[in-house]
């Protein structure tokens, strides 16, 4: 017997800040009580924004969700943080979808993705890290984070709301209950699951970091004072838990993560499903 396909959790869009939606699903954990946010996120100024395209798997909910919050047509930016798939999975369709969005990419990732989506170059505005990026209403900037998966990473920080985008930034499993705001998960529950997707599933050459260097990076992104953190893969962070969320990323390069998973773990979990 093996596992059957677990679709993604539907999760109702949550506006975490004047006119910006995270559009939500999460994943179940293979063989634990756990889960995982899949996340992107809608900025509905006056040039509206889609940043990332969410998975293959969660496409109909998504498309679903993106057209109640804003109109196609009026789309004028989709943002790509990064070339995985569960940040592109939906591109080809929103771009069909709408016609009028130019797609907010940089040269490295536009030849990374370009076997899977061709974006039209006519579409394409290549923002660079430390890039401005103006959407009529505001002035969004995209920053490189400390951590990341992908060299093509950026984040994107709208200073109008003082929400961070931090791509896979940030990323911690959850409950097998989805839940809506990192305050929501147990700390000591927080705290270890940060240390093991970062070092684990996100960035395993933390351990070789330049710790100075690295430091450096972590105050220059805590520096822009965000009141909200949102991220692919982890509940927003907000209130007390941004100053928290920030201290868990200065530490990584010095926390010894916990084990993750191994054949052992699969095959324990193999042997009890049903």
């Known amino acids: 017997?093996?596992?059957?396909?677990?679709?993604?959790?539907?999760?109702?869009?949550?506006?975490?800040?004047?006119?910006?939606?995270?559009?939500?699903?999460?994943?179940?954990a293979l063989?634990?009580?756990?889960?995982?946010?899949?996340?992107?996120?809608?900025?509905?100024?006056?040039?509206?924004?889609?940043?990332d395209t969410s998975t293959v798997a969660n496409r109909d909910a998504w498309l679903e969700d993106l057209t109640s919050l804003v109109d196609p047509a009026d789309v004028r930016w989709i943002f790509i943080s990064h070339d995985d798939e569960d940040h592109t999975g939906n591109l080809a369709q929103?771009?069909?979808?709408?016609?009028?969005?130019?797609?907010?990419?940089?040269?490295?990732?536009?030849?990374?993705?370009?076997?899977?989506?061709?974006?039209p170059p006519e579409r394409l505005r290549w923002v660079d890290p430390g890039g401005r990026?103006?959407?009529?209403?505001?002035?969004?900037?995209?920053?490189?984070?400390?951590?990341?998966d992908s060299p093509t990473?950026?984040?994107?920080?709208?200073?109008?709301?003082?929400?961070?985008?931090a791509s896979d930034t940030f990323a911690t499993p959850m409950p097998a209950e989805p839940v809506d705001d990192v305050a929501e998960i147990p700390p000591p529950m927080w705290a270890e699951g940060f240390a093991m997707f970062h070092?684990?599933?996100?960035?395993?050459?933390?351990?070789?970091?330049?710790?100075?260097?690295?430091?450096?990076?972590?105050?220059?992104?805590?520096?822009?004072?965000?009141?909200?953190?949102?991220?692919?893969?982890?509940?927003?962070?907000?209130?007390p838990s941004v100053a928290t969320a920030f201290d868990h990323l200065a530490a990584l390069p010095r926390t010894v993560p916990p084990?993750?998973?191994?054949?052992?773990a699969?095959?324990?979990?193999?042997?009890?499903a049903p």
């Open 259 to 264: 084990p993750h998973p191994d054949q052992a």
């Open 199 to 239: 070092h684990h599933a996100l960035a395993p050459w933390l351990s070789m970091v330049d710790h100075d260097a690295y430091a450096a990076e972590v105050r220059a992104l805590r520096a822009l004072d965000a009141e909200v953190v949102v991220a692919a893969h982890t509940p927003a962070i907000t209130g």
């Open 266 to 272: 699969l095959e324990a979990a193999l042997a009890g």
């Open 31 to 51: 063989g634990a009580p756990l889960s995982v946010s899949l996340n992107s996120l809608v900025i509905r100024g006056e040039e509206p924004v889609v940043v």
């Open 1 to 28: 017997m093996g596992f059957a396909p677990h679709l993604p959790i539907r999760l109702d869009p949550r506006e975490i800040a004047p006119d910006t939606f995270l559009l939500r699903s999460a994943q179940p």
């Open 153 to 165: 990473t950026r984040a994107l920080y709208d200073p109008t709301t003082g929400v961070l985008w």
């Open 133 to 148: 990026l103006d959407v009529g209403d505001r002035t969004l900037l995209a920053i490189r984070p400390p951590v990341y």
């Open 94 to 119: 929103v771009l069909e979808l709408c016609p009028a969005a130019t797609v907010v990419m940089s040269w490295a990732l536009t030849e990374r993705s370009a076997c899977s989506v061709a974006v």
